[in-house]
Structure formats: C-alpha cells, structure tokens
C-alpha cells in the first residue's frame, strides 16, 4: 500500500511539472536596419541620368533581403537588389541632381527599416537628408510608412501643425497609383497652430502592385513634403 502511494505521488508531481513546461515561443522577425552613414555614391562617376548607392559591409542588419530604392519625383517603379551576406549593396537607378530618393530594406518576412530620404549634395560627391524645413513642428504619426493585412484593412496616420503658424497643404497624393489604396481627405486642407487631421487609408482588392508613396505636403511660403510608404506585408 506503502509503495502505491509513492508512486502515485510520483505520478502527480510529473504530472504537475509537464503542466508547466511551457511551449518554446517563435522568434519574431527581427525589423531591418540601415546605417546611413554607410551608403554613399561610391565614387565619381556619369550621374547625369542615373544615381548609384552603395551601401559598405555592415550597412544592412541582419544582412539580409532586399535593398528597395524609390526616386520620389517620378513615378518609375522602385529599384531593387539583393542585399549581399556582408550587409553591403550596390544598386543605380534612373535619377537626377535635382531628384530626392527613399531608399528601404526590405526582409524576407517583409518588415521595413526605417527609410533613408536622400538628395545629393551640391558638389555631387555624396548623399544628404532630403529638405524638411519644418521638422521640428510638422509631425506625422506614424512617420514613415504605414503596413497592412491586405484587402479591406484601414489605417490611419495623423498630420499635426506643432508650428507658430497657419499651414496649408496640397491635396494628398499617390506616387504611382497602381495599387488599390484609397484615402481620405481627398481634397487640400489647413491646419491653425495646434490643429490636427487624420488621413484614412484602405486597401480595395488587390491590384498587381502592393506598395506605394502616399505625399502629405505644404504649400506656400515653406514647401515640405513628407512621403509616407505604403504597404502589404505577406
């Protein structure tokens, strides 16, 4: 009797302790990131027409997946390359001098670092921020970019006026269009120091294209624009 006790206890405390042996947990995907102090033109060379950028070993972390380069002034399609097994990349896409560039990684699982928005310097040898002369008081929240499910999904950014004065702005706008992406307010807009207006974004069914540069812009004295990346993850 002595001995069946034991082994039923035996048998309880195994129990117990499978019950609290928890289920390893996947690890999440790990977000892009890229160094801006290591993407450059990579030296001289005919960019009357096209611009190169090359980012040196370590500039992509983890080194993987894709470089992703959007000239913000045209509506060509997205360059893209492979990100190499060192974190580097080289990629050279249709561009002028005057033209600003949103250059992204993008993984495997589809998550997005956060964009390097790039305009040549006046000599032309390297790459500088884009204008954004009202940065510290114009805020868009998110500030980047904006990730969906897919069809039917909606999300929404916010536009804030932080400044000391009235702002104006054009009618949002589609870089390319070729995706489904709807959105509202679709007409221009004006914000009193303080005011605030949420841009809604949707996504209809999908169209043969899944991303797109939605522009939030001012008009007037001061002229900022702000491009906001949309996209569907996988």
């Known amino acids: 009797m002595h ?8 048998l309880a405390a195994s129990l117990a302790l499978g019950a609290c ?47 992703v380069v959007t000239n913000l002034d045209t509506t060509d399609a997205p360059g ?48 500088e921020p884009g204008p954004r002369p009202l940065a510290e008081c114009l805020v868009l929240d998110p500030a980047f970019s904006l ?4 069809a039917g999904d909606t999300r929404s950014l916010v536009v804030r006026n932080d ?8 009618a949002p706008r589609l870089r390319r269009g070729q995706a489904a992406y709807g959105f509202d307010p679709t007409a221009p807009f004006v914000l009193a120091p303080g005011g605030a207006q949420t841009i809604t974004v949707d996504v209809g069914s999908q169209a043969n294209e899944q ?14 624009r702000r491009p906001m990346t949309l996209f569907v993850t996988p």
């Not at 160094?35 to 611009?51: E, F, H, I, N, R």
């Not at 992204?104 to 305009?119: A, F, H, M, Q, T």
């Open 80 to 127: 893209v390359a492979t990100v190499a097994a060192d974190g580097s990349f080289d990629i050279t896409v249709d561009g002028t001098e005057m033209h600003e560039f949103r250059v992204e990684i993008v993984g495997p699982d589809g998550l997005r670092s956060k964009p390097l928005d790039l305009v040549l310097n006046a000599a032309g040898s390297a790459y």
């Open 21 to 67: 042996i928890v289920s390893p947990q996947p690890t999440p995907p790990e977000e892009p990131t890229l160094l801006a102090d290591l993407v450059s033109t990579g030296g001289p060379m005919d960019m009357a027409t096209t611009k190169r950028f090359v980012g040196e070993p370590g500039a992509v972390t983890p080194p993987r997946g894709n470089v």
């Open 3 to 10: 001995s069946g006790r034991v082994l039923l206890r035996l």
């Open 211 to 224: 991303v797109d540069v939605l522009f939030v812009e001012t008009t007037g004295a001061v002229r900022d």
């Open 163 to 170: 400044c000391p004065d009235e702002l104006s702005f054009l």
């Open 147 to 150: 990730s969906f499910d897919g």
